[in-house]
């Protein structure tokens, strides 16, 4: 084993030779450096009572992001700065503005939750001076509380943003540019190979690194945002060895948004995506403000929930509604497909050995085409779709239905187009008549199972309906409902 993992936890400078690959952030915190502030609730980043701030150089500039500790895993943590509650409050004692502002809007209760909404007010705090009250709410997402209410938080926010000090006290603010060299002179010059328990992780220096690597380790869990990982730790209590870590490589942090469409990089998360994205394509915006809360959508990546290739996520549908075209390489070069065709069955996706994602492309909406996503969910935010659906299509002058492509996650054991409801409409005029006709069709396209989110006659009757819902919202006949889908 070669190297350790370093990164610089509050002030101070860690150095981890030892590190196991299903380590939590968490438990780290908690058992080894004793600081219990950061607490444990539902160890599946949905509760938000285990938020910190990780701050990272992302394109030469250092940014922090609230993410969830608890199914957040050491070895992802090199060339980072982890922040927790007990950095907030001045050595004399002193709140943090945040922190004074919770207790003067009587923001606290029991008081479990509160230090992981500290944090993610903090985070807040620190990267808008003045945010709006659904800006407030947006960044609350991921934080439960269940006994104080969240007006007096909402308050506590706005209090905040209005008391703010004038100079720059703030010592993630005073120090930004050092905390910046500090981090940058960590970045790993070479593969990091680190031992712990029963398992291995390895840190690939670069992209052409993680080839090699991928290449002498066929089997290895690659791990970027942690936020499916995490869960098979938490949850399955898998062994992942080796890991490989990839969320610090900057090959594959790209987002480019030229003529053609956008390119995404495997390394991208939520967050980063979620301005270029819905720049170029507007109906994505309510659903990516829908997965998971803030600290979700700054860990989690595009590249990964496609690569892991769960029925249920997100992003494929629309994605695949869209057209869009995967590339995976390895050591032997480069592999192109349309997204729809790598995912082959439920748990098997077409990555050969040695494949990782690259990157993914998502042509240009064609001006004059109607695009919808919708996501059906038991609670509106935090929670996994029993039901995505995209649709688009492209009509004539006279009304007629050129193109067609629409596609469900939720309803079979991978995200799968609906090409029977597709044939149906191509060539018709886009009337109610030949979208009643249509419905039948969708019969023909699925079978979908019963679970615990939604039963099989359910999910068949939500997307019959959801056709009829696109259908009216494209064509004029009722006014748009905005609340849990959008229209471009």
Request: aromatic fraction near 6%; include cysteine.
């Amino acid at each position: 084993m070669t190297g350790s993992i370093r990164f610089i936890l509050n002030g101070e400078d860690m150095a981890l030779r030892q590190v196991s690959p299903t380590a939590t952030l968490l438990d780290w915190l908690r058992l080894s450096r004793r600081l219990t502030g950061t607490k444990e609730g539902c160890a599946e980043g949905d509760c938000g009572a285990c938020t910190v701030l990780v701050g990272r150089l992302l394109e030469g500039r250092l940014v922090y992001e609230s993410v969830n500790a608890c199914i957040r895993l050491l070895g992802s943590l090199n060339a980072t700065h982890v922040v927790t509650v007990e950095h907030l409050a001045a050595k004399d004692g002193a709140l943090h503005p945040v922190q004074q502002a919770m207790v003067d809007e009587h923001g606290s209760q029991c008081g479990f939750c509160t230090p992981g909404i500290v944090l993610s007010l903090y985070g807040l705090w620190l990267g808008n001076a003045s945010p709006s009250r659904a800006e407030i709410e947006k960044a609350l997402q991921g934080n439960l509380c269940r006994c104080t209410g969240y007006e007096p938080i909402v308050r506590a926010a706005e209090r905040a943003a209005e008391h703010r000090p004038a100079a720059v006290f703030d010592p993630l603010e005073r120090f930004r540019d050092e905390m910046a060299e500090r981090l940058d002179a960590l970045a790993p010059q070479a593969t990091l190979r680190v031992s712990g328990g029963e398992g291995r992780v390895i840190v690939p220096a670069s992209v052409e690194e993680l080839a090699e690597v991928l290449a002498e380790e066929p089997a290895a869990t690659i791990v970027a945002g942690c936020t499916d990982v995490g869960l098979w730790v938490t949850k399955q209590f898998r062994d992942l060895n080796p890991a490989v870590f990839i969320n610090h490589l900057g090959e594959l942090q790209m987002v480019e948004h030229g003529p053609a469409g956008v390119t995404i990089g495997a390394g991208v998360t939520y967050s980063q995506a979620f301005d270029t994205l819905c720049r170029a394509v507007p109906a994505l915006r309510p659903l990516i403000d829908r997965i998971g809360g803030a600290q979700v959508r700054n860990m989690g990546t595009i590249g990964g929930n496609i690569a892991n290739g769960s029925p249920i996520g997100d992003t494929p549908p629309p994605l695949i509604a869209l057209g869009a075209t995967l590339t995976l390489r390895s050591k032997a070069g480069r592999r192109e497909m349309p997204l729809e065709d790598y995912f082959i069955a439920y748990g098997k996706q077409d990555r050969k050995p040695g494949e990782f994602v690259e990157h993914l492309f998502v042509p240009a909406l064609p001006a004059g085409d109607r695009f919808a996503v919708y996501k059906i969910s038991k609670r509106r935010d935090e929670d996994i779709s029993a039901l995505c659906a995209a649709f688009r299509i492209a009509l004539a002058a006279d009304n007629t239905v050129t193109d067609a492509r629409i596609c469900f996650g939720g309803m079979a054991g991978t995200p799968k187009r609906a090409k029977a409801v597709e044939a149906a409409l191509i060539g018709k005029p886009w009337i109610e008549a030949t979208v009643e006709a249509a419905r039948p069709a969708f019969e023909v396209d699925h079978t979908p199972l019963t679970d615990w989110r939604a039963t099989a006659d359910y999910r068949m009757l939500a997307a019959k309906n959801l056709l009829t819902r696109f259908w009216l919202e494209t064509s004029g006949a009722v006014a748009q409902v905005t609340r849990f889908g959008a229209v471009a």
